[in-house]
């Protein structure tokens, strides 16, 4: 928050420097700016600029500049570097940033960018690439050190020193045995505090909390954020280290899985931003408009079957948006409950049972106030005190099955492994809609004599 | 992921070692605990065994597992330890954790726990609670290293190992002037790099990224998420530096926000969870019903002033669910899109109008073609070419005053400073309930002649 007022300032000095051909002034500046930064110059600079710029950068500040900008944008800065260049680039970036760029590649277009890479490195990419997505494996990086168990605290500092340049975060060494095996934790803190000759497997911590490549990576957000860790160690069978994953890769995480639940809840259509082009964006949210408005048509013949109750009482037409309304709403109350409650804990069938409760006795306690009210509302309005008793038992029924609606389907899907944010606050309406004409009507027919 | 297996024998071996009275076993299996476990065995102790388990514990594990309680489990701890233990263990605590620990307290309940004390600390803390809630003032810590830009390599290092114990995290060392002011940072892979006389202010990096005591807490996430920080300073007025914010805490706003955003969206009321009573639950849920049962009714009154219409064709009520729930479907997807794209960026004018200029668009593609759908449905379900029309026309432009209504509400509210999530899905569809009824009585009316 405290750069912007300098920022334009800053691009001025950068061109400057890009015209004039001074690559020594323009390194002054660069090296003091963060990557996040490097990359708003690069983007907000115009085009013919670029390729100076680019051809300026060392190759560490080429690869954490790629680190920063979107797919597309990574793209161009690799066709504009050229094969021999970018291979360098590619080389260098972490793992799973590397993962994720070439996730959505043509198979002969990765191939291309691969050939050229180090074998090491596009042996381990290629290995990531086989984990599902959204799985531990997906995410870790193989930027760490780790020591082994038999090393003394002054051999870990030396090997730490090698190795600060390369490592993401310094807080953890990861101790292994003579078959790679994880077997314990040494922080930082401990080497400090530790005496130069002590043994590194009487000074570490082994009861190691890690993750495997299977993990999906909502459950590894959960680890990191319990646990205050700023990295996780990340195994594969009989507890081989295999890579970390990082706080800064979790916050990402988190903020994905919160939009996807957003997206899901509101049955928006996935990725969806303010740059997605207009055909691109319909194209996404049409899908489930199709299916709501099937399932509205199912509306639309309740109320046919009930069109002889409806023409002899018009005055049912009034509050028939207000209770389908109502029971929507409610319904999308409880299930932001629900699917907010999830992401928080596991439930067990003890706790689903308490839940079911005690949301119909908030169903109950919604529902008699609402009735009540427009019970009162009906009455004045109309003049009739039937028309009163119809509205306001039918709302309180609606409210209460809306209510378990919105409860009990995402338990459901919960149940069968479906993420319950698919149910989405617009087919919980829509299917709270159906219930809700049905009893409207059921009851108003039962009154129909005393009504019209 | 790892450890589940393991707990009940771990809860066994530490209700043995307590009924035993063997603090020494007791001791040893608490120190291969992360402090997230400690607290989980905490809370699943029978209530019998918890006082000895108080007990037995160091103030340094109480203070860890106070961190990592609910705070009514915190005050039935501090409660059970009594007043002068309870004060050793607050003194420890961390200020951000003791802020929000106090923050909902009464008075006489926060002075009796602040005034045994360290008057440090308890300054410290009061001051804290003197910033408004979610700013960076709240949330930051004063557990970091900070150096003088005097100081050598050595120097630095040698206050590093001093201050190890205290300070949460290593990554970044913090340096000032003789005002006490934020002038550099240094990492700890800079110590590890650098020789050991080198002076701090030339190894230092001068363009820290810091944030004032005042900045909210989300435009904190975005900083730390953007830069992959580890850490973050926090300055008042004249670059003080005042305390550091930490990448834990930021996972935990982010979860927060969120939470917070599907709350509004859903209009489902504030920090209801699993746990929360139904009285308490429909006691918050209960004013947002209330007010859309209100504005429901506005519905029915439009409804009432088409009734003859209406009466003259009853098959219009066959569509009136479908078309207002349409309506409403497509404005909460608009507002979906708009709410979770101004967590990522902010937005100027022009972006603005780009953006529902591309929203026109979206609802212009969408209308077309479920209204070109619902005509060729209604034709052939009620055989009416006219009636096809009315329902098709009239979907089409609710489709696009749904979407409109849908990006431009959030946006207004945003304009204003007002957080865009409390227009809320079910606040839409119930103002876009009436747009629709308007239109699609109004269209039928015009064609009154020849539907009847």
């Excluded at 495997?212 to 195994?235: H, M």
């Amino acid at each position: 928050m405290q750069m912007r007022s300098s920022e334009n300032e800053l691009m001025h000095e950068i061109i400057q420097s890009l015209k004039d051909g001074k690559r020594r002034v323009f390194l002054d500046i660069i090296d003091e700016l963060q990557p996040y930064d490097v990359a708003q110059q690069y983007q907000h600079l115009p085009a013919k600029h670029r390729n100076k710029f680019l051809l300026y950068l060392t190759l560490a500040q080429l690869k954490e500049l790629m680190e920063e900008l979107s797919k597309e944008d990574q793209l161009e800065v690799l066709q504009k570097l050229g094969i021999e260049k970018s291979t360098k680039v590619l080389d260098l970036m972490e793992n799973d940033d590397l993962t994720t760029l070439l996730a959505d590649l043509e198979p002969e277009q990765i191939e291309e960018l691969m050939s050229e890479m180090k074998k090491e490195e596009s042996d381990m990419v290629q290995h990531m690439m086989k984990y599902p997505a959204e799985s531990a494996g997906r995410l870790m990086n193989n930027r760490f050190v780790w020591i082994s168990k038999h090393y003394t605290v002054r051999e870990a500092v030396d090997k730490l020193k090698d190795f600060a340049e390369l490592a993401e975060y310094l807080n953890y060494l990861y101790v292994i045995d003579e078959g790679k095996k994880l077997v314990g934790v040494v922080s930082y803190k401990d080497l400090l505090l530790g005496e130069m000759q002590d043994k590194i497997e009487d000074i570490m911590f082994t009861r190691v909390v890690k993750v495997d490549v299977l993990t999906d990576q909502e459950d590894v957000a959960k680890l990191i954020s319990r646990y205050d860790f700023v990295s996780i160690p990340v195994i594969e069978d009989n507890d081989k280290l295999m890579g970390v994953i990082t706080v800064d890769d979790i916050l990402d995480v988190v903020i994905q899985e919160a939009n996807e639940d957003i997206e899901k809840l509101s049955a928006s259509g996935k990725a969806i931003d303010f740059k997605t082009k207009p055909l691109v964006a319909a194209y996404r949210r049409l899908p489930w408009l199709i299916l709501l408005l099937l399932i509205g048509l199912v509306s639309g013949s309740i109320i046919d079957g009930f069109s002889e109750t409806l023409q002899s009482a018009v005055a049912l037409a009034f509050f028939m948006p207000m209770i389908a309304g109502m029971t929507g709403n409610t319904g999308t109350q409880s299930l932001a409950v629900v699917v907010r409650g999830l992401v928080a804990q596991d439930l067990d069938v003890k706790q689903v049972v308490k839940l079911i409760f005690r949301e119909l006795w908030v169903g109950i306690i919604i529902g008699l106030t609402c009735a009540i009210l427009i019970s009162i509302i009906a009455f004045i309005w109309q003049g009739s005190l039937i028309l009163g008793i119809v509205v306001g038992s039918s709302l309180l029924i609606t409210l209460i099955i809306g209510t378990l609606a919105g409860t009990i389907i995402p338990l459901v899907l919960y149940k069968f492994n479906i993420d319950p944010a698919v149910a989405s606050g617009p087919l919980i309406t829509t299917i709270n809609d159906i219930f809700s004409l049905l009893v409207y009507f059921g009851i108003a027919s039962m009154f129909i004599s005393k009504l019209s």
